[in-house]
């Protein structure tokens, strides 16, 4: 993992009273299905007009993120195997491989839960080294979504492990889609794990500036969101 990020990691968490710092660590999401080519084009412009650190699109979406954010330090981001974390690694290896083609600055991958929860520890890794050594030959950054909300306690302090010996750069909590979202007490938990080793990016029902300062607090870097504007506007950001 970078200097730069082992430096935002070891930083203490920003306060509410400065809107550009907490700007700095939300990740400005869409992923809905009936998300527009313009939904996406003003979600990149408002992550521009704040300094977001990333968009989050689908891939189907992400050429023309990519090239809208080009002069811009936001990052564009799509998901892999999403949102399920299922499908073979020769699947999650091809999507890896066309995101970074067209423009991927981070790549947020599902871990496989049912092999993590079946036992096979060794696919789970190897699914995700997989994806992290494109990635990172790239120039990219992976975070592993571990799907806290159906995990249990051993497999949560298993799957942070295995992240952090595959080489991935951060673990987050959740894609949202599972009936879960972040929670204090993972993100105190998956911090504790990895260290300062590694990111942690909380996501999933995040919605407020409280939430967001309660997950910095805890320990997260990154926050996941698909109400950043909202965020914004809460802390007194000038508008959009």
């Known amino acids: 993992m970078s200097s730069t990020l082992l430096t935002q990691n070891q930083a203490q968490p920003p306060t509410p009273s400065d809107w550009r710092s907490i700007s700095r660590t939300l990740d400005h999401t869409l992923l ?3 998300a527009t080519r313009a939904d996406v084009e003003r979600l990149c412009e408002q992550a521009a007009h704040y300094g977001f650190a990333s968009v989050f699109v689908a891939p189907t979406h992400l050429s023309m993120a990519a090239s809208i954010l080009r002069d811009s330090p936001v990052r564009a981001g799509t998901p892999v195997g999403f949102p399920l974390g299922a499908a073979l690694t020769t699947v999650k290896i091809f999507e890896a491989e066309e995101a970074l083609r067209i423009g991927a600055d981070e790549l947020d991958m599902v871990m496989n839960v049912s092999a993590m929860k079946s036992g096979d520890r060794g696919l789970v890794e190897h699914d995700i080294r997989s994806v992290v050594r494109l990635a990172h030959e790239a120039g990219a950054i992976v ?23 595959a080489g991935a750069d951060y673990v987050k909590t959740s894609t949202g889609f599972a009936g879960g979202g972040a929670t204090v007490d993972d993100v105190i938990l998956m911090r504790g794990v990895v260290g300062h080793k590694m990111g942690v990016k909380a996501a999933g029902g995040i919605r407020t500036v409280a939430a967001v300062m309660a997950m910095l607090d805890a320990g997260a870097d990154r926050i996941g969101t698909s109400t950043a504007v909202d965020i914004m506007h809460e802390l007194g950001a000038p508008a959009f």
């Open 32 to 34: 809905r299905a009936d």
């Open 143 to 165: 975070k592993v979504i571990l799907e806290t909300s159906l995990l249990s306690l051993d497999e949560k302090l298993a799957a942070c492990q295995i992240a952090l010996v």
